[in-house]
């Protein structure tokens, strides 16, 4: 099967980058990347051990703007509760940079951003992303390399924000129905409890 496994191939077969692409990318946070992170209320943590074997994308959400700008080339995001798989925060330790992607609901261009990272739990440090009186357990702090914003070609395509297009949640299994018969460690309706119970109760 013919495929590509060089750079000169690639950029054979995909030809020269667009002035406006290739001059697009910043180094720090201007106005209008401020104000999207603002508007934003969900976003993509992509990640990477040192190795490059351990890939993860991990969803991240909560009311617009719960990612803290705290200068033009720092980000801290919020870590609330979760299953504690903490696959991200591994990767970060081992590899250090992580790639992001910020959406806004109605909007079909997207704000990416890539740069270094560590893990933060300094109370003091987390103060700024407090919900609801409560404080994180950790934040993610991310020195900005690059951002720029992206088209919205894949957002249209895919018709993200057209309410006609979203399906009947019946139509598709639970959760816990599907954990229940992936791995068998308890039943449907006990599965299906426990995650009631933690959007419920365990947001915050």
């Excluded at 919205?152 to 399906?167: C, E, F, P, T, Y």
Aim: charged share 20%; hydrophobic share 45%.
């Amino acid at each position: 099967m013919d495929g590509i496994s060089d750079q000169a191939a690639l950029r054979t077969h995909f030809g020269t980058i667009s002035r406006l692409a290739e001059s697009k990318t910043l180094a720090r946070l201007d106005r209008h990347c401020r104000g999207f992170i603002a508007l934003s209320p969900f976003l993509v943590l992509a990640s990477a051990d040192a190795e490059g074997r351990h890939v993860d994308a991990s969803p991240r959400g909560d009311a617009p703007g719960f990612v803290a700008v705290l200068d033009d080339v720092t980000l801290l995001i919020p870590d609330r509760p979760g299953n504690r798989r903490v696959d991200s925060f591994q990767n970060v330790i081992s590899g250090g940079h992580v790639g992001l992607i910020f959406f806004v609901p109605g909007i079909n261009e997207t704000l990416r951003a890539n740069g270094a990272a560590r893990i933060v739990t300094d109370p003091d440090a987390l103060a700024p992303l407090a919900a609801q009186g409560k404080l994180p357990v950790a934040g993610l702090r991310v020195a900005i390399e690059e951002v720029f914003f992206h088209c919205g070609k894949a957002l249209i395509r895919s018709k993200l924000w057209d309410a006609g297009q979203q399906v009947e949640r019946a139509s598709f299994p639970s959760l816990g129905a599907i954990i229940a018969e992936q791995t068998s460690v308890m039943s449907a309706d006990a599965a299906d409890a426990d995650i009631a119970e933690a959007y419920r109760s365990r947001l915050y």
